[in-house]
């Protein structure tokens, strides 16, 4: 048996509760790790409350990023064996001693990160290079819109983009966070409740625009967004609010610009592997050389995880909210 945190019914953070179940066992391609830290996320939250469809077939629990040690591997896994220091994405059940990971979907952790750190990246990583890289195809010498700049996909994004040597606009809700997002590298950051950031965005590109935007607010900004394109652009909306909408097509027609709709739990095996795949290449050399560090907010222990969604969920944070497993390495 194992501790974990589980919720018998939708509602507020007070309805986590710490509780004993079955110790998972890895199936075939699957890995079994010893749960060091555990990344809190927004879709954690949505799930709590009874607002996110969980896939078929997940394993229970909150929780879709760890790190920690392989305890044990599944038939056919040659990749990984226990022992091995890992940090993962995992479709469920990450707030636990002990997770079950895809052999595909884990990465080692970056050379002189703690497993806190680490456990903040998975999600992160993954969400930002699927989308920038893969999708929007941000170079060095763009210019990239990023809404969120205090979230922890936010924080991210913004030194991403700067390491590969794209310039960064960014929106935050305060003061504070704007300021934490000009120091990972933003060159401008705007702060979307006094001032207007489409302005803000053609000031800084003389007019033209933006080559992409990675967008968590949804409906609500998508006119304004397509108002900040550049020619060519790409708009990737990977959160917010959902609900018809209307625009008018030649606000793309005219830029041959596009829009991508994306979310990352609910993606394919494959999908999912070529994207673990690419920000083991291509994303962490960058994090083990210093380029892009994790910004970990607030860390409570697995017990607290009821205090953890509080906080995030008040808005105040800048970069994750992670849960720790006192004495674990």
């Known amino acids: 048996m194992i501790s974990a945190i589980r919720f018998n019914h939708p509602g507020g953070p007070a309805v986590l509760r710490l509780v004993r179940v079955e110790r998972p066992e890895p199936g075939p391609d699957e890995v079994r790790i010893g749960v ?21 077939g997940v394993p229970p629990g909150l929780g879709l990023e760890v790190a920690g040690t392989i305890t044990a591997v599944g038939p056919d896994v040659t990749t990984w064996r226990p022992g091995d220091q890992v940090c993962a994405l995992v479709a469920g059940g990450g707030y636990a001693e002990e ?9 080692p952790v ?3 990160l703690s497993m806190v750190e680490a456990a903040a990246l998975p999600e992160v ?6 989308n920038l890289a893969m999708i929007a195809g941000l170079t060095g010498g763009q210019t990239v819109l990023i809404h969120g700049a205090g979230g922890g996909i936010g924080s991210f994004a913004i030194q991403w983009a700067t390491a590969i040597g794209a310039r960064v606009i960014t929106t935050a809700g305060s003061e504070a966070k704007t300021k934490a997002a000009l120091a990972l590298g933003a060159v401008a950051a705007v702060n979307y409740r006094t001032d207007d950031f489409v302005a803000a965005a053609l000031d800084e590109t003389g007019g033209r625009g933006v080559d992409a935007i990675l967008d968590i607010v949804g409906a609500t900004y998508l006119r304004r967004n397509l108002e900040c394109l550049a020619p060519d652009g790409h708009l990737v909306v990977i959160g917010g609010s959902v609900g018809p909408v209307s625009f008018d097509l030649w ?23 070529a994207i673990v795949a690419g920000v083991t290449r291509d994303v962490l050399p960058l994090v083990a050389a210093g380029k892009i560090r994790a910004v970990v907010d607030t860390v409570f222990p697995l017990a607290e995880a009821d205090r953890a969604h509080e906080l995030l969920e008040s808005g105040q944070t800048v970069g994750k909210v992670v849960l720790s497993l006192p004495g674990r390495r």
């Open 99 to 107: 997770a079950i990971a895809p052999a595909a979907q884990v990465m």
């Open 251 to 273: 606000e793309l027609l005219s830029r041959r610009a596009s829009i991508s709709a994306t979310l990352l739990r609910g993606r394919p095996a494959g999908q999912k592997a």
């Open 36 to 56: 060091a830290a555990a990344g809190v996320n927004n879709a954690d939250l949505l799930e709590r409350r009874g607002q996110y469809p969980v896939p078929p």
């Open 110 to 112: 970056p050379e002189g």
């Open 125 to 130: 990583a993954c969400t930002v290079y699927s």
